[in-house]
């Protein structure tokens, strides 16, 4: 196993005073070899906070009593005196950096994290994080003239550029199902065209098989699913509240072929139209 790491004390431990300010006690690097495992178990935790970085491979982390796997390009999040028991199991290569740090005064720095939240959580792949965080650990080393000072400005980084990747995930994630959601509220006003689908995907500049995945994960249905759904839904309220026939409803609902219209109703609501007409008049 290749480990490094880097103390404001010489010792491991969190017996800091309650100070205020932001402060980096420790920070540290392990990577695992095939055949290596590791276990951390800190039922009552400990008293400042923690985050790890899953650089590669995977961990194994007890979150809300059960064991999850968190794999590379994710953080998780301890604050003080919360359960930490994890492991990083042989064969999965893992590479994790991890920070022990503390202050009162860290709402916009630590603001991704509330107590009813997920501990974990995704963030943008990028090398700012292990660049900074090997800098701390030197820091911590070597302890040169304003080490500390560095350290804790780095540490603050470090944690602003999780929040901001996190934040803009989270409005990424807003942004897509709007878009989503745009889709849904034109098909229902333009639902005689025959839009095909790819139209859709090139509007918001998505492959179409991103686009027909990502419209299947909001609605539970194809685009091609979607369309027919509203369009009988159209056809059963022309059915039963007006007296076009069932010509005139097919055309309306987008269906030239009015043969199709009744055999893809009957698919759809087991009756023809003409007989679920009469069924609800």
């Known amino acids: 196993m290749i480990s490094f790491s ?5 010792l491991d431990n969190d017996s800091y005073e309650g100070d205020e300010r932001f402060c980096v006690h420790s920070c540290g690097y392990y990577k695992l070899s095939k055949n290596e495992h590791l276990h ?25 009593g059960r064991d999850r796997l968190v794999g590379a390009g994710h953080i998780v999040i301890y604050p003080p005196c919360s359960s930490q028991v994890y492991h990083y199991r042989p064969g999965d290569l893992t590479e994790v950096y991890w920070m022990h740090f503390s202050g009162g005064k860290m709402p916009s720095i630590v603001s991704f994290y509330t107590p009813s939240a997920d501990p974990v959580f995704p963030v943008t792949v990028s090398n700012e994080y292990e660049v900074l965080l090997q800098k701390i650990i030197r820091e911590l080393q070597l302890k040169r003239k304003f080490y500390l000072d560095l350290a804790n400005r780095m540490g603050e980084e470090l944690l602003m550029l999780i929040a901001r990747s996190i934040a803009e995930q989270h409005q990424s994630g807003r942004s897509h ?21 790819k139209s859709y995907a090139g509007r918001y500049n998505m492959s179409l098989s991103w686009f027909i995945r990502s419209f299947r994960e909001q609605t539970g249905m194809s685009p091609q699913q979607y369309l027919i759904h509203i369009r009988l839904m159209k056809a059963r309220e022309l059915l039963e509240g007006t007296d076009y026939n069932v010509a005139e409803v097919s ?24 007989v679920y007409r009469k069924q609800n008049k």
């Open 6 to 10: 880097g103390y404001l004390n010489d």
């Open 40 to 64: 951390t178990r800190r039922p009552e935790g400990r008293r400042d906070w923690q985050v790890l970085y899953v650089l590669s491979g995977q961990g194994v982390f007890q979150v809300n």
């Open 177 to 197: 199902n709007q878009r989503m959601e745009d889709v849904m509220e034109y098909m229902h006003t333009h639902f005689q065209e025959n839009i095909p689908v």
């Open 251 to 274: 055309r309306l609902c987008g269906y030239e072929n009015p043969l199709y219209f009744s055999r893809l109703f009957k698919i759809h609501l087991g009756v023809s139209p003409a």
